[in-house]
């Protein structure tokens, strides 16, 4: 696992670094530096997105009791692997091979932690942990899209793509923070 740099200073990394539950910092470009992103960077940060998203669903079966919970987990299963399946149909046709750089590995390691930490967790803990994670992390992949990869994709079929993920997210969101409210109301 490559070691955590609390203070990212390339907006490419800063914005995809902000995708990510355990980190704190505002997204948006930082400095004069404009960000490098190919298609197949692209297409590589989309994957770990929707992969982190599944491995932090995943976890929910063993570990959560809520029906809420349970069914906010059940959606971001089905969601991510549809999204997966249609990054990697627009890749194949237009001849993008994903191409991990500093955005996307950071990314995996970002989020390897953060489900460290989800596994210790079980029950309501888990449940409130895995609610403000995903809110968390569905607001800063949003601000991934907008500042990262819908301005910098090229691919037209790509660049559509990406951009009509911005809905589902937002729709993930606003879902995530309905059960973060049934969750508090029960407290």
């Known amino acids: 696992m490559r070691p955590h740099l609390p ?7 800063l914005v995809l670094v902000a995708a990510l539950a355990c980190h704190h910092a505002p997204p948006g470009p930082v400095g004069p530096s404009v960000p490098h992103l190919t298609d197949g960077n692209a297409v590589a940060i989309v994957l770990a997105a929707n992969n982190t998203d599944l491995s932090y669903a995943r976890l929910v079966p063993s570990r959560s009791r809520n029906a809420q919970v349970r069914t906010f987990a059940d959606l971001m299963t089905t969601d991510h692997t549809l999204l997966n399946a249609r990054v990697n149909e627009i890749a194949t046709r237009n001849g993008i091979e994903a191409e991990d750089d500093v955005n996307s590995l950071d990314f995996r ?4 932690n953060r489900r460290d930490i989800l596994r210790e967790l079980d029950g309501a ?15 800063e992949l949003l601000a991934a899209l907008d500042n990262l990869l819908i301005p910098l994709t090229r691919n037209a079929e790509l660049r559509g793509y990406v951009t009509n993920l911005k809905p ?20």
């Open 7 to 13: 203070h990212v200073t390339r907006v490419s990394s």
């Open 109 to 112: 390691d970002h989020s390897a």
């Open 125 to 139: 803990k888990f449940d409130s942990t895995y609610i403000a994670n995903e809110i968390q992390y569905h607001q």
């Open 168 to 187: 589902a997210v937002s729709s993930h969101l606003a879902h995530a923070e309905r059960v973060r409210a049934a969750l508090a109301s029960r407290k």
